[in-house]
Antibody
């Protein structure tokens, strides 16, 4: 069965960096786009970024562009999110999601999430 | 950016009720609209994609309709496990955007 397991969250000071990982299993990872979506405490969902199956193209929300970098290693069935210059407003649970792309992207499987807290 | 507006933001309903949630896009998104269910402390789950297609394994009491700017998620007969937050999401263009969510509570 499809499994996505995020790791790497934690407490970081404003201006700091963190790298999130997502380990995928139960499907052919290299066949799928992958995404990061976040949810601030008590708030709605916010799409952060997605990457194509080959890793050749990435898209970002304006709120993270220039600070966050999505990447993947298809040999390791892993997705990453490098987060730099972190701000208090980046505090959220970060989910990785398998992204089915028939005519448009849908997040068809999600991990359990990893909490990132940005605070001094 | 395409803004997604859900209504109501919350509702109270009883087991067995028919429930309708609306999602409106700030511009036409054709049928590029997905619905998710999220229970407390859990990740969202895809229910409906492309406005009206039922995701595999999702009960048939869930249905979606609409195109252009106005969309609806209907739960035909509310079950106890359906009390949750429902989110719509447009996949017409980046940035991909979500509605604010609708919380379905027990009356």
């Amino acid at each position: 069965q499809v499994q996505l397991v995020e790791s790497g969250g934690g407490l970081v000071k404003p201006g700091g960096s963190l790298r999130l990982s997502c380990a995928a299993s139960g499907f052919t990872f290299s066949d799928y786009y992958m995404s990061w979506i976040r949810q601030a405490p008590g708030k709605g969902l916010e799409w952060v970024s997605y990457i194509t199956s080959s890793g050749s193209t990435m898209y970002y929300a304006d709120s993270v562009k220039g600070r966050f970098t999505i990447s993947r290693d298809n040999a390791k069935n892993s997705l990453y999110l490098q987060m730099n210059s972190l701000r208090a407003e980046d505090t959220a649970v970060y989910y990785c999601a398998r992204t089915k792309y028939s005519s448009a992207p849908q997040f068809d499987y999600w991990g359990q999430g990893t909490l990132v807290t940005v605070s001094s | 950016d395409i803004q997604m507006t859900q209504s109501p933001s919350s509702l109270s309903a009883s087991v067995g009720d028919r429930v309708t949630i609306t999602c409106r896009a700030s511009q036409s998104i054709s049928n590029y609209l997905n619905w998710y269910q999220q229970k407390p402390g859990k990740a969202p789950k895809l229910l409906i994609y492309a406005a009206s297609s039922l995701q595999s394994g999702v009960p048939s009491r869930f249905s979606g309709s609409g195109s252009g700017t106005d969309f609806t998620l209907t739960i035909g007969s509310l079950h106890p496990e359906d009390f949750a937050i429902y989110h719509c999401q447009q996949s017409y263009s980046t940035p991909l955007t979500f509605g604010g969510g609708t919380k379905v509570e027990i009356k």
